[in-house]
């Protein structure tokens, strides 16, 4: 459900300043029908900022750089012509560009199936340990976009934690409908979990994690159990959902419709929402949002966070004053101004304290 990705420019490389760094270019698409859970909402500027320090990032991903900005991007503000290309860029890029390169190794690529959306990135952290956690980060993107080398500001991030991380790609609308993209997620869970000795990790807890549909994903899998054991994969330590939808039923968009079919599921459309399947022996889940999000309300959160504790299993609610659907997951990203390491860090003393991690 995070917004659609968006023609890319080129930026400055933070590692060869003046150098431009490559570009990933993606199509922007408008989302059918009027805004619903994952579709992007229009809204005013944050409060607080300033047109005249910001850049905005438009096609649906508008996204605010107050204050100072990273030395390579503002010699590239300064250049005039430059400015221009950045209008339409993708955040991402700057956000990748800016990632940190040291502390991991990275393999691109990696086939845990046999279509061309069934590959993988894995991020090893240097220094392995026994009881590492292996962290499965499945990208937002309203099920109909979005690519794995996207989100390396992420799982760079989460990697200098001193977890593995991967990040699937997964087969997306309007190619399959629910429950594919499921049955995806947990053929890359099973597998991970299979070849863990033969990808160089040692062994310890499987954590999953994603961004709006890509929390929809993690959270769906941890509750529901059909979709790991159909698999072949054990039930993961824990999840953690970030600005992720779970309970968003009437669907609001002819292309949730299309995507959530009634007949999909014997349950009918309530059986495809993460908060049916709230159970007491649930793994802990930490999910977190912004106040400010328009596009996945924080009432989707709150709601399972309030479900889960009512059967007294295990649920962590945070909320972020003033952060939108984009914001929170561009916290993740070093060298932007968003970052605060503030909810990398939330993130990192949840993981931390599940059972079986060093």
């Not at 950045?86 to 691109?108: F, I, K, M, T």
């Not at 990697?159 to 629910?178: H, K, M, N, S, T």
């Amino acid at each position: 459900m995070l917004s659609r990705p968006i023609p890319a420019c080129p930026i400055p490389d933070a590692t060869a300043p003046g150098r431009p760094g490559p570009g990933r270019p993606g199509p922007s698409r408008p989302g059918p029908g009027r805004p619903g859970p994952g579709d992007p909402a229009p809204g005013p500027p944050a409060r607080g900022s300033r047109p005249g320090r910001r850049v905005l990032l438009a096609a649906g991903l508008a996204g605010s750089l107050p204050g100072r900005l990273p030395g390579a991007l503002a010699r590239a503000l300064a250049g005039g012509a430059a400015a221009g290309s950045l209008v339409g860029c993708s955040p991402a890029d700057l956000a990748n560009a800016l990632a940190p390169r040291g502390g991991y190794a990275l393999r691109e690529g990696i086939a845990y199936g046999e279509g061309p959306r069934h590959r993988l990135d894995l991020y090893r952290p240097d220094g392995l340990a026994a009881g590492m956690p292996l962290v499965v980060f499945f990208y937002g993107g309203n099920w109909d976009s979005g690519a794995r080398g996207l989100y390396r500001f992420v799982a760079a991030t989460l990697a200098r934690q001193g977890w593995a991380v991967a990040v699937p790609d997964y087969r997306l609308y309007p190619e399959i409908r629910f429950p594919a993209f499921l049955e995806d997620c947990a053929a890359a869970v099973a597998f991970l979990a299979r070849e863990r000795a033969a990808l160089g990790l040692p062994p310890g807890p499987v954590v999953l994690a994603g961004h709006s549909a890509g929390a929809y994903n993690a959270v769906m899998l941890a509750l529901d159990r059909r979709w790991l054991s159909r698999a072949g994969a054990p039930p993961p330590a824990g999840a953690v959902g970030l600005a992720g939808p779970y309970d968003f039923l009437p669907l609001e968009s002819g292309m949730l419709r299309d995507l959530f079919r009634a007949d999909a599921d014997p349950g009918g459309l309530p059986a495809t929402q993460p908060i049916a399947y709230a159970r007491a022996d649930a793994p802990p889940l930490l999910l977190l949002t912004g106040t400010d999000d328009t596009t996945v309300r924080p009432a989707n959160s709150e709601r399972l966070a309030a479900r889960q504790r009512a059967l007294g299993a295990e649920a962590r609610l945070v909320e972020y004053p003033g952060l939108g659907h984009v914001g929170l997951i561009a916290t993740f990203a070093r060298g932007l101004p968003l970052y605060t390491g503030a909810v990398p860090a939330e993130v990192g003393r949840f993981v931390g304290a599940l059972p079986g991690t060093a």
